[in-house]
């Protein structure tokens, strides 16, 4: 036991080194006025009204949480199909189409959304092939499509994987009974299989709308330098104004929105089993 914890003490280290002392320094930066002496610090609260009432600043935030839920809603319309209908195959045709989802993620996710720069743009290949047809060019480069169509190609893989895996691990059981009891294959699915699978789903949701909801390359690739989303503002406090203390503000107000959601998701999230009982 002695020697199980004396493993775990270089993994304390690195968590408090990499993840711990960064997020203290955004809470004290987010509290301070800017100054590059200690020496100069203040505590205040300027940095977050700033940002409250600032329109452009709650246009941003609001833009950025509509993108993610729409991207995040796609991605479950999209992901449980795709993800139900590759639990259904064998098992080792289901392991082959888990390794086609996967192999995207394998590329770089920057590398992976320049490559739709070169689809989507005005001669690119989507409008090469409509002029086939004497279509276009038609404008996606640059809009809310492209953002979004960036965002759910780079995300729905961890929507997909989720979904599939609590549909594997389902009791095949249920499913039996059901049909014992006379319910036909939709009625199966709603009562059985969408129940059960909720957990992966949500957990999917989880894992697309946090990266979602604060992605900055993506828009700033996609959406151009006009098109800004929540993750390009921090970006540009930090890397362009030197404004630490209300870049840091945002991503403060950032990690309470994404722990509010976490804490809504837990909530919405029920076990199954409860569900059974009460039926």
Partial sequence: MKQFRNMIYPYVVWIFIMIVVPM?????????????????????LENFT??????????VLGRSLVIAVLTTVICVLIGYPIAYAISKRPERSNMFWVLIITMPTWINMMVRTYAWVGILQDNGL??????????GPVKMMYT???????????FIPFMILQIHTSLTKMDKSYLEAAADLGADRVQSFLRVTLPLSLPGVLSGITLVFLPAVSSFFIPKLLGGGQYV??????????LTSGD??????????????????????????????????ED
């Fill in 126 to 135: 989507i409008n090469s092939i409509l002029g086939l047809f004497g279509i």
């Fill in 229 to 238: 989303l929540i993750g390009n503002v921090i970006e540009t406090q930090f």
């Fill in 50 to 59: 700033r940002f409250f009432q600032d329109a452009v600043f709650l246009d």
């Fill in 244 to 277: 630490w203390n209300f870049g840091s503000a945002i991503s403060l107000i950032m990690a309470v929105i994404i722990m509010i959601s976490m804490y809504i998701t837990r909530k919405v999230d029920t076990d199954p089993a409860a569900h059974g009982k």
């Fill in 24 to 44: 203290l320094l955004i809470v004290l930066y987010a509290f301070t006025t800017a100054g590059n002496e200690v020496t100069t610090f203040r505590f205040t």
């Fill in 144 to 154: 809310t499509f492209a953002v979004v169509l960036g965002m759910v190609y780079n």
